[in-house]
C-alpha cells in the first residue's frame, strides 16, 4: 500500500516537472525494460565509420587531414517469441535485419560528402539471431549460417540491448569483448561507457617489448541511451567510438577511426506467433526444425575470421616485382627495407613445401636477403626451412651467422623460436666463432621471450637455456670458451645469474671485465648490497689485476644504482689520490655524464659541491687525455638520438679503448640501436704492466646491435699477423661487418567497435644496414687511418583497416629516411706521445611521411582513394670530432 501511494503521490509531480533523485526516478518510472512477448518492435538503426589522421597530432604542422569512410543504415525488427513460465525476464528475442544500404563518405566527392553505393549488401540474405535476453544481459546468441561480417553486426546491435539500470561498474562481456563498464541513470537516460576490453577468443593483441619501437593505441566508448517511461523500452540511442593509433617514436604517425551509431524506435504493432516450449532449447528445436536448418550458439563477443591476409600476395609475383629491391647494393637504403617489408606477410602464410621451392628457383643475388626475411618471419615453417638450407658445418659461416644475427634481433619470439635455435647446439658445429653466434642467438631470443610476459622467466624452456650456458661456463677448458658463454649471459640477462657473474668480477681481467658488462645489461635495479659492495672493491682495485675499463664501469654502476650522498661522495674523494689519472679522468666524465642523464644523480652532486670537501682543485681538475661524451645527434618533438663516444688512453699517451653508441631516448627510456667497440692491447705498456700483466700485441672491434652483443672480431693477434696485414694491404679495402636486414617493429591490435565491425591496427618497421670497415697502415710516414662505415635506412609502415565483406576502408601511413654514420680513426705515431684525432661524420638526410587513405565497394570497384600529408623533414649533417 505504501507504494502505491507513493507512486500516486509522485506521478503529478513528475508530469510537472520537478527535479528528484534520478536513480529514484529511474527505479520508479522504468523498473526494468519490458519487451511484451507477443508484440513487433521496429527500429531505425544506422552506424558511421571515418577514418582520417588524428588532427589533435597533425595540427603541429598545420595540417588537416581528410578523412574517408561509409555508413550502414537498416530498419530491424526485434519480437519477443518466448518467456520463461517461471521468470518473466527471461526472453528469447528474434532480430531481423531489413535491407541495409551502404554510403560512401568522402571529401572529395560530392558537395554533401556521402554517395550512395551498391555493395554485396543488396544481394545479401539476412537470417535473423535469436537472443537469450535475462533481465537487461544477453547471455548467448543463436545464428543461422550466414557471413562473419552480418553475424557480428547482429551482435552489435543486440549489445545495445544490454543494459543496467542504475549507477553501477562492471565487468561486462559484449560485442566487444570483456569490457569495463560504467553505467550512470539520470531519470529516463542511461550513459553507458566502457573501456580496455580484452578479447576472450584466440585473437591475440601483440604490442611488443620495446615502449619506443610500439604504438599507443586507444579506444573509447560512449552511448546515451533514452528509455520510454510509457512502455518500458528503448527510445533512442546515440553513442560514438574513437580508436587512435600513434608510434611513440614519432607522433605525428597516427591513424584515427572514428565512429557513430544511432537508433531510433519507430514502431510496435500487430502479435506475432510466439512459443511455448518449456525452455530455450526446445524452442530452438522447433525453430530449426520449421526452418530446416541448425542453430549455432555463440557468446555476444565478435568473431573475426584470421584466415584471410589482405597483404599476402603469391611470393613469385612478389619476386617479379620488389625482387630488385634486395640486390645486395641496395643494403642500407629504403628500397631494401622496403622490398623486405613487401615479402613478410606472404613468407608467413606460406608452406615449408613452398618456401623451398623459392629458394631453389630465385636468382641467387636476393637468396641470402630472402633468409633475412625467412628470420623475421619467425614461423615453425620459415626456421625448418632456413635450418635446412644453410649448412652450419661449413668452413664458411658468414651465411649462417647472418641468418642468426637477424633471428636474435626478432621483436617477437615464440617458445618455438626458442626451441628450434636450442636444438642447433646439438648439431655437429665444428667451427669455434658459429657455436659463439649460435648461443648468442639463443641468449637474445630467449631475453626478448622474457621481456614479452613476465611469467616467461620461471618457464621451463627458459630455465632449460640458462642451465646449458652455466653448465657450458663451468666446463670449459680455455678462455676463447669462456668469453663465449660470458657473452650468451651478457645477452640472455637474467638475475640469478648475478652470483656467477661476481665470481668473475673478482677475478678481473678481460673475462672481469665482460661478467660487469653482463651485469650491467641485467641492470643495477637488481644489484643488493653485497654486489654493490663488491662494485666498491672492483673501483678501489680490492682484487688484483681489474682492468680500468672495469674500474670505470663500475664506478658508474654504483653511483646509477646508489645515487646516495655517501657513494658519490667517496667516489668523488677517491679522485684527489695522484694515481691512475686517466681512470680519474673518465670517471670524472661518466659524472658529468650522469648529471646531464639522471636527476637523482645531479640534484645529489648538486648539493655535495656546495662542499669544499667534495669541489675543489684536487678532485676536479684532472690532467687525464682520456675522455666519455654523450651528445644529441638528431632531436624531435617526440624521441632524441643520442652518440657516446668514449676514449681510453694509456699513459704513455696510446689508444687502448675507443667505443661508439648510438641509443634512442624518449619516455624515460632508452632504446639500444648499435655500439661500435675498438679495442687495442699490448701496445704502450709501461714497464710495470709489462712485468705485472705482460700482454700480446692484438687489435679487434666488438658491435652491437639493436641490443644484441656479437662475437669480437680479431683484427690480428702477435706481431707477425700485424705485419702480415700491413704489408699484404688486406684491409686496405672495405671489409663488411654486419648486412642484413632487420625486422625492428611487429605490432599488432584489434579492436571490435560497438557496431560489431573489427578495426585492425598494424605496424611494422624494418632497418637495412651495411657497416663496413677499412685501415691503412704507413710504416714509412708511421701513421695509420681506420674507417668505419655505417650506412642505415629505416622504414616503418603502418595500417589501420575496417573491412568487411562488402566494403573495405583502411588508412596507410608510412615514414622513413636513408642515413650514414663515418667513424674515422687517425693515428700518428711519429710523436711522442701518440697522436689521435677521433671523428665521426654524419651527412645530411631527409625523412619522409606520407599517408593514404582508401575505400573500395568490393562489388561495384568503386574505389575512393587520397594521398595526402605527403612530408619531409631536413635533417642537416653533422660533424663531431674529438682530437688528443
Not at 527535479?19 to 531505425?44: C, D, I, Q, W
Not at 638450407?389 to 619470439?413: H, M, Q, V, W, Y
Amino acid at each position: 500500500m505504501v507504494d502505491i501511494v507513493t507512486v500516486t503521490f509522485l506521478f503529478p509531480l513528475v508530469l510537472c516537472g520537478q527535479n528528484f533523485n534520478a536513480s529514484f526516478r529511474l527505479l520508479t518510472l522504468v523498473p526494468s525494460l519490458h519487451y511484451e512477448t507477443g508484440v513487433t518492435y521496429k527500429y531505425k538503426y544506422q552506424f558511421s565509420i571515418l577514418l582520417n589522421e588524428d588532427s589533435n597530432i597533425t595540427s603541429r604542422l598545420a595540417s588537416v587531414g581528410r578523412k574517408v569512410g561509409y555508413q550502414v543504415s537498416s530498419e530491424f525488427l526485434l519480437s519477443p517469441i518466448w518467456q520463461n513460465s517461471e521468470n518473466s525476464e527471461d526472453k528469447l528475442l528474434k532480430l531481423e535485419l531489413l535491407k541495409p544500404s551502404l554510403l560512401v563518405s568522402s571529401t572529395m566527392h560530392s558537395a554533401e560528402g556521402v554517395n550512395r553505393h551498391w555493395s554485396k549488401l543488396d544481394n545479401l540474405s539476412y537470417p535473423p539471431i535469436y537472443i537469450h535476453w535475462n533481465h537487461g544481459v544477453v547471455k548467448k546468441v543463436y545464428v543461422l549460417p550466414d557471413s562473419h561480417d552480418m553475424i557480428n553486426i547482429k551482435k552489435g546491435i543486440a549489445s545495445l540491448f544490454q543494459m543496467r539500470l542504475v549507477d553501477t561498474n562492471v565487468r561486462e562481456l559484449d560485442v566487444s569483448g570483456i569490457c569495463n563498464v560504467r553505467y550512470r541513470a539520470h531519470g529516463t537516460t542511461i550513459k553507458k561507457s566502457k573501456k580496455h576490453c580484452h578479447r576472450s577468443n584466440s585473437h591475440k593483441n601483440n604490442l611488443g617489448t620495446k615502449q619506443l619501437l610500439t604504438p599507443t593505441v586507444k579506444a573509447t566508448s560512449d552511448m546515451i541511451i533514452n528509455l520510454s517511461p510509457q512502455e518500458s523500452i528503448i527510445q533512442t540511442v546515440s553513442g560514438k567510438e574513437e580508436v587512435r593509433m600513434t608510434l611513440n617514436l614519432w607522433k605525428q604517425a597516427a591513424v584515427f577511426v572514428k565512429s557513430k551509431i544511432h537508433l531510433n524506435f519507430i514502431e510496435h504493432y500487430g502479435s506475432h506467433s510466439t512459443h511455448s516450449g518449456k525452455n530455450i532449447g526446445a524452442v530452438l528445436k522447433s525453430i530449426a526444425e520449421e526452418m530446416g536448418s541448425k542453430f549455432r550458439a555463440e557468446s555476444l563477443e565478435a568473431k573475426t575470421d584470421e584466415s584471410t591476409c589482405v597483404n599476402c600476395r603469391p611470393i613469385k609475383e612478389l619476386i617479379h616485382e620488389y625482387g630488385a629491391n634486395l640486390f645486395p647494393e641496395y643494403l642500407g637504403e629504403l628500397k631494401s627495407a622496403g622490398g623486405f617489408l613487401k615479402f613478410l606477410d606472404s613468407f608467413r602464410r606460406a608452406s615449408k613445401k613452398e618456401l623451398l621451392m623459392i629458394f631453389k628457383e630465385t636468382d641467387g643475388r636476393i637468396l641470402t636477403q630472402l633468409l633475412d626475411v625467412l628470420a623475421a618471419a619467425n614461423t615453425d615453417e620459415a626456421l625448418d626451412v632456413a635450418f635446412e638450407l644453410i649448412d652450419f658445418e661449413s668452413k664458411d659461416i658468414g651465411i649462417a651467422e647472418r641468418f642468426l644475427l637477424s633471428l636474435a634481433t626478432c621483436p617477437n619470439p615464440t617458445e618455438s623460436t626458442v626451441s628450434k635455435t636450442m636444438k642447433l647446439l646439438n648439431r655437429n658445429i665444428k667451427n669455434e666463432k658459429l657455436k659463439a653466434t649460435v648461443l648468442i642467438a639463443l641468449a637474445s631470443l630467449t631475453r626478448t621471450y622474457c621481456a614479452s610476459n613476465a611469467t616467461h622467466l620461471n618457464s621451463l624452456i627458459v630455465q632449460n637455456v640458462n642451465k646449458i650456458f652455466v653448465r657450458g661456463l663451468q666446463e670449459c677448458k680455455h678462455i676463447g670458451c669462456v668469453i663465449n658463454h660470458l657473452l650468451a649471459l651478457r645477452n640472455i640477462a637474467l638475475p640469478p645469474n648475478l652470483p656467477i657473474l661476481v665470481e668473475y668480477v673478482k677475478q678481473g681481467g678481460i673475462l672481469g671485465l665482460m661478467a660487469l658488462e653482463a651485469m650491467q645489461d641485467i641492470g643495477e635495479q637488481h644489484f643488493n648490497q653485497d654486489i654493490k659492495q663488491v662494485l666498491f672493491r672492483v673501483y678501489n682495485q680490492f682484487w688484483p689485476h681489474q682492468e680500468s675499463a672495469a674500474r670505470v664501469l663500475a664506478a658508474e654502476l654504483l653511483m646509477k644504482s646508489n645515487a646516495t650522498a655517501e657513494t658519490i661522495g667517496e667516489i668523488i674523494v677517491s679522485l684527489s689520490k695522484p694515481d691512475y689519472p686517466e681512470i680519474k679522468t673518465l670517471v670524472l666524465r661518466k659524472i658529468y655524464n650522469l648529471m646531464q642523464e639522471n636527476s637523482g644523480v645531479r640534484s645529489c652532486i648538486k648539493d655535495l659541491l656546495r662542499n669544499s670537501t667534495f669541489w675543489n682543485y684536487h678532485n676536479l681538475a684532472q690532467n687525464g687525455t682520456s675522455s666519455s661524451v654523450i651528445n644529441e645527434l638528431q632531436a624531435t618533438q617526440d624521441a632524441n638520438i643520442t652518440y657516446g663516444i668514449n676514449v681510453e688512453m694509456r699513459p704513455t699517451g696510446v689508444l687502448k679503448r675507443t667505443s661508439f653508441d648510438l641509443n634512442l631516448l624518449g619516455d624515460n627510456e632508452n632504446a639500444h640501436l648499435m655500439s661500435m667497440s675498438l679495442f687495442v692491447e699490448g701496445f704502450g705498456l709501461t714497464d710495470e704492466e709489462q712485468k705485472e700483466n705482460p700482454q700480446e700485441h692484438s687489435a679487434g672491434m666488438q658491435l652491437s646491435v639493436l641490443g644484441v652483443h656479437l662475437r669480437p672480431y680479431i683484427f690480428f693477434t702477435g706481431t707477425g699477423e700485424l705485419m702480415g696485414l700491413i704489408w699484404s694491404g688486406a684491409g686496405n679495402h672495405p671489409n663488411p661487418a654486419v648486412q642484413a636486414n632487420f625486422l625492428i617493429i611487429d605490432q599488432s591490435h584489434s579492436v571490435v567497435l560497438q557496431n560489431g565491425i573489427n578495426v585492425d591496427l598494424n605496424l611494422k618497421g624494418a632497418l637495412s644496414t651495411d657497416v663496413s670497415g677499412s685501415v691503412e697502415v704507413s710504416m714509412w710516414n708511421k701513421n695509420a687511418h681506420a674507417k668505419v662505415k655505417n650506412k642505415g635506412a629505416l622504414l616503418v609502415n603502418g595500417f589501420c583497416r575496417v573491412d568487411t565483406s562488402f566494403v573495405e576502408s583502411h588508412v596507410d601511413f608510412a615514414m622513413g629516411g636513408n642515413s650514414a654514420l663515418d667513424m674515422f680513426v687517425n693515428l700518428d705515431f711519429a710523436k711522442n706521445p701518440m697522436a689521435i684525432c677521433l671523428q665521426v661524420e654524419q651527412p645530411s638526410f631527409i625523412f619522409r611521411h606520407n599517408e593514404n587513405p582508401l575505400i573500395y565497394s568490393r562489388k561495384t570497384q568503386i574505389l575512393v582513394k587520397l594521398c595526402y600529408n605527403r612530408r619531409k623533414r631536413n635533417h642537416s649533417g653533422n660533424q663531431l670530432a674529438m682530437i688528443h
